[in-house]
């Protein structure tokens, strides 16, 4: 499944290699979790990049032993991307709090 998806984005054939991606993904092989994170980061073969669902797919890759995902996971993070975040009362000691922990 993931090597589908490899040669429909070699094509580029985005749309079919999310689709092959999301397949492979789905069952736990990491290398299909990072690629679809990839295209979920980029938006390739999608309407618009979903940064949350990014992150996620990144998060499960890396978990599973898959050091690219690492990085890009801690990139997105770096950039302020694939959390959802909420301003906090001034009064609180951390102004700012992740409410996807």
Not at 60 to 77: D, H, I, P, V
Request: proline share 6%; charged share 20%; hydrophobic share 40%.
């Amino acid at each position: 499944m993931w090597a589908l998806g490899c040669i429909h984005d070699a094509r580029k054939e985005h749309k079919q290699a999310v689709e092959w991606f999301t397949k492979g993904a789905e069952p736990g092989l990491p290398y299909a979790m990072h690629d679809l994170g990839c295209s979920l980061d980029t938006g390739e073969g999608l309407p618009a990049p979903d940064y949350l669902a990014a992150a996620d797919w990144y998060r499960r890759a890396a978990e599973a032993g898959n050091a690219g995902s690492a990085n890009n996971l801690s990139n997105m993070y770096t950039l302020g991307l694939g959390r959802v975040w909420h301003i906090v009362p001034a009064t609180s000691p951390a102004r700012l709090q992740s409410i996807d922990s």
